[in-house]
C-alpha cells in the first residue's frame, strides 16, 4: 500500500516543484522586465506601426482601412486590451511585451525540463535565454516577435514532452494549440509547426519503411516503436485542424464571421510576406548573417543630455551567442555520430525556424528575426556544455561569462540606463554594428 501511495506522491512533488519554480521565473523576470519600461516615453521604432493598429481595434466605429493588414491580429488585440486597461501611454504600450517576455522565459524552462529532465539545466536554460539580450530587448517595445516567440516555446516544450510519450496525443495537441497562437501574432510562428511536422512525418516515413539501426539503442533520436497508437487522424486533428481553428478565430473580433473578409485578410498577409519587391532598409541583413551577429538593429539613439544617450540595440549578446556555433558544431556531431535524441531535438528546434528564412522569396531581413533560433540555441547551448564528461562548474561558469556580457551591454540595452560616447565606443567592436 506505501508502495502504491508513493508512486503518485512523486510525481505530484515533481509537479509541485516545477510549477513552483515556474512562478518564481515568471514574476521575478516580469519584475525585472518592467524596470525603466517605460523609457522612452514616445513611439519608437517598429511601435509606430503596432501602437496605432491597436489603438484602431478599440474604436468604437473603425475609421479608414484596418492599419498593418501585413500581419495577424492577435498581439495586436492584446497590446489594444493592455491600453484600454492602462492608458495610451508608454506602460499601456509596453506592459504585454514584458509579460509576453516573462511567459517566454517559462517556456524556455518548461522546454528545458522536457529536454533534460533536470532542474539545474533548465533554469540554466532561462537564464542563457534571459541573457542573450535579443529577448530583453524584444520584452520592452511593442513588436509582435516577442508574443510568437512564447507561444512558439510553450509549442516546443510541449512537443518534446510529447515525443518521449508513448500516446502523445494530449502534447502534441497542445503544441499544435501553442503553434496555432504563435502564428496568429505573426507568421514566422508557423515555423515551429512546420517543425513538429517534419519531425512527425520523418519518422513515421522511416517506421513505414520499417528502418532499423544495427545497433540501436534507448538515446536513438529515432525508434521503430515510437508512438504505436498515434494515427492520421490524431495528427490531422493536433497539426492542421487545432492550429488553424485556433489562428482563425483570433481574425474574428476584427472581421467578424465574414468568411471572405477573413480569407481577404490572408492573401494580403501572404502578398506581403512573400514580396521581393520591397525597399531596402539601413539595417536589413540576410539569414545567413544573423547567427554571427553581423549587422544589428538600432531601435533608438538619441541625445538627451551633455554627452549622455538613451540607446537601445538589438544585436545579441556575443558571448552567448558566437559560442553557440561551437554548440552546434557538437550537436550535430553527437546526432551524425552517436544518433543523441537529445541532440536531434535540440538542432531540430534551432535550424527549423532558423534555416526557414532561407525558403522565403523576401529579400528584406533583419536580425530580430533571428529571435526564436537565439532563444533556443540556449537549449544547445546547455546540451553541449553538460555532455558525459564535461566538468560540473563549465555550465555555471558559461552563465556567469553570458552575465558579465549581458551586464557590460546595458548601456546600449535599455534606454533608461543611458550611455556616453566613450561606452559606446568601447562597445561597438566594429564598424558594422554602428
Not at 269 to 282: E, P, V
Not at 322 to 340: H, N
Request: aromatic content about 14%; proline content about 6%.
Amino acid at each position: 500500500m506505501n508502495i502504491v501511495s508513493n508512486s503518485h506522491f512523486v510525481p505530484r512533488r515533481r509537479a509541485a516543484r516545477t510549477a513552483i519554480a515556474a512562478a518564481i521565473i515568471f514574476i521575478v523576470a516580469h519584475v525585472v522586465l518592467l524596470l525603466g519600461i517605460t523609457a522612452p516615453d514616445k513611439l519608437y521604432f517598429d511601435e509606430v506601426h503596432y501602437v496605432p493598429a491597436a489603438r484602431q481595434m478599440l474604436l468604437p466605429v473603425r475609421e479608414g482601412p484596418i492599419l498593418n493588414p501585413m500581419h495577424p491580429p492577435l498581439a495586436k488585440e492584446i497590446i489594444a486590451l493592455s491600453i484600454k486597461a492602462f492608458g495610451d501611454g508608454p506602460l499601456g504600450w509596453r506592459y504585454p511585451a514584458a509579460l509576453f517576455g516573462a511567459l517566454a522565459l517559462v517556456g524556455v524552462y518548461l522546454g528545458g525540463l522536457a529536454l533534460f529532465a533536470s532542474q539545474q539545466r533548465a533554469i540554466a536554460a532561462v537564464l542563457l535565454a534571459f541573457f542573450n539580450q535579443m529577448l530583453f530587448v524584444q520584452s520592452r517595445i511593442a513588436m509582435l516577435d516577442i508574443f510568437a516567440l512564447a507561444f512558439g516555446l510553450f509549442a516546443i516544450a510541449a512537443f518534446v514532452h510529447g515525443f518521449r510519450q508513448k500516446q502523445p496525443q494530449s502534447a502534441f495537441a497542445l503544441a499544435g494549440l501553442f503553434a496555432g497562437l504563435a502564428s496568429a501574432c505573426k507568421w514566422s510562428g508557423l515555423f515551429v509547426l512546420a517543425t513538429c511536422i517534419a519531425i512527425v512525418v520523418a519518422i513515421r516515413l522511416m517506421q513505414g519503411w520499417r528502418t532499423r539501426f544495427a545497433d540501436g539503442n534507448a538515446e536513438d533520436w529515432y525508434q521503430p516503436e515510437l508512438w504505436p497508437d498515434f494515427r492520421l487522424p490524431h495528427f490531422i486533428v493536433c497539426f492542421v485542424l487545432i492550429p488553424a481553428a485556433v489562428y482563425l478565430a483570433t481574425f474574428v473580433p476584427l472581421y467578424g464571421l465574414s468568411f471572405t473578409d477573413i480569407m481577404e485578410a490572408q492573401r494580403r498577409i501572404f502578398a506581403d510576406n512573400t514580396t521581393a519587391a520591397i525597399a531596402g532598409h539601413t539595417y536589413m541583413s540576410s539569414w545567413p548573417s544573423w547567427p554571427f551577429l553581423v549587422r544589428p538593429v538600432w531601435y533608438l539613439f538619441e541625445k538627451v543630455g551633455d554627452d549622455r544617450f538613451a540607446a537601445i540595440v538589438l544585436l545579441g549578446n556575443p558571448l552567448v551567442l558566437w559560442p553557440a556555433l561551437i554548440a552546434l558544431i557538437i550537436a550535430l556531431r553527437d546526432w551524425i555520430i552517436g544518433r543523441g535524441r537529445d541532440a536531434f531535438l535540440v538542432l531540430a528546434f534551432y535550424l527549423g525556424p532558423y534555416l526557414a528564412w532561407a525558403l522565403l522569396p523576401r529579400t528584406l531581413g533583419f536580425i530580430y528575426y533571428y529571435l526564436p533560433a537565439a532563444t533556443t540555441a540556449s537549449f544547445v547551448l546547455v546540451y553541449a556544455l553538460t555532455r558525459k564528461g564535461a566538468p560540473r562548474w563549465l555550465l555555471w561558469a558559461f552563465v556567469a561569462v553570458g552575465c558579465a556580457g549581458f551586464v557590460a551591454m546595458l548601456p546600449v540595452t535599455a534606454a533608461v540606463i543611458e550611455t556616453s560616447m566613450a561606452t559606446f565606443n568601447r562597445l561597438m567592436l566594429f564598424q558594422g554594428w554602428i
